[in-house]
């Protein structure tokens, strides 16, 4: 009889990991096509480089929907550039409660820049959340910068929505870039998401 952590642990967690990147896979290519020729299967898709919002299977198809494509193309990655602005937290939360690395403070202690993200600069957070009345906790890889955002609070609707939008996670969590202003005030970017970053 095998205990908890035994061989048997092992071999489910190699066929869970195994079927979570098949459905990863089988979920990036059913939502991405190329903009041009409407091939998804079989070929390697790659992103506008200004936009990030639509993809091609070639040089080929990028060149003949360029005349199209450039009409909206400064308007899309301007709207994934608009962030926005997360106030610091006013009561305890995520960051007093969850943060393991540094010693439980006042309310909004983890509401920081990281120390190795300059003043503006764009940086990968991890948003995790359940429902509409669960406060989202938010959080960096070194954890430098953790706080939470409670419901009815600016910007949580938006992160919200691109953590419900994740199929990967059963809309659970997300990446997103977020960045610190020279006053201390973090601005997030809802709508530039990742799968994972660390």
Not at 56 to 76: A, D, G, M, T, Y
Not at 108 to 130: C, L, T
Not at 152 to 180: H, I, Y
Request: glycine share 8%; hydrophobic share 30%; aromatic share 8%.
């Amino acid at each position: 009889m095998a205990t908890a952590g035994g061989p048997f642990s092992a071999v489910a967690n190699l066929v869970n990991r195994a079927a979570a990147r098949q459905r990863r896979q089988e979920l990036k290519s059913a939502q991405r096509t190329c903009s041009n020729c409407g091939k998804s299967e079989g070929v390697t898709l790659s992103c506008c480089s200004r936009c990030k919002s639509v993809y091609f299977c070639s040089k080929e198809c990028q060149r003949e929907q360029w005349p199209i494509h450039k009409k909206v193309c400064n308007e899309l990655a301007e709207s994934q550039e608009k962030g926005v602005v997360v106030p610091k937290p006013t009561e305890g939360g995520f960051e007093t409660i969850f943060n393991l690395r540094s010693s439980p403070g006042a309310a909004g202690s983890g509401y920081r820049k990281p120390s190795n993200v300059q003043v503006g600069e764009k940086f990968y957070i991890k948003v995790q959340g359940g429902g509409p009345q669960m406060p989202l906790m938010i959080y960096d890889k070194s954890r430098e910068c953790s706080f939470s955002v409670s419901p009815n609070s600016p910007g949580f609707e938006e992160l919200r929505k691109a953590v419900n939008a994740e199929p990967t996670w059963q809309g659970r969590k997300t990446f997103v870039m977020a960045s610190f202003d020279s006053k201390g005030v973090c601005t997030v970017y809802p709508s530039i998401t990742s799968m994972k970053k660390w």
